[in-house]
């Protein structure tokens, strides 16, 4: 079982960065793969991005490719997303999740979600 609670959102201009984290909390953190999604108002939950348990290999959807990047601290049971060059469609709740593979990245355990705002 992993608990997952996100921080960091908040709001923003248009083209200002914001860091996410995500602390992970039960004794199989490290042995799972992160990450992170949204959703924005009306629309469906997507995936954002990804990292292996050994914090080698990435994924990310082509929509944050370049400007976010994913990482995580397995000694601290974090995981963070840095956002940079945010754009107003990045306006969501975004959300991290433990569970299994990078670049088809299956979720098993979510955390509660913290908002992003992005003003143009």
């Known amino acids: 079982q992993v608990q997952l609670v996100e921080s960091g959102g908040g709001f923003v201009q248009a083209g200002g960065s914001l860091r996410l984290s995500c602390a992970a909390s039960?004794?199989?953190?490290?042995?799972?793969?992160m990450g992170w999604f949204r959703q924005a108002p009306g629309k469906e939950r997507e995936f954002v991005a990804a990292?292996?348990?050994?914090?080698?290999?990435?994924f990310y959807a082509d929509s944050v490719k370049g400007r976010f990047t994913i990482s995580r601290d397995n000694a601290k049971n974090t995981m963070n997303l840095q956002m940079n060059t945010l754009k107003p469609e990045d306006t969501a709740v975004y959300y991290c999740?433990?569970?299994?593979?990078?670049?088809?990245?299956?979720?098993?355990?979510w955390g509660q979600g913290t908002q992003v705002t992005v003003s143009s």
């Open positions: 990292i292996t348990w050994s914090g080698i290999s990435t």
């Open positions: 039960g004794r199989t953190f490290p042995g799972y793969a």
């Open positions: 999740a433990a569970g299994a593979g990078v670049s088809d990245f299956l979720p098993r355990y």
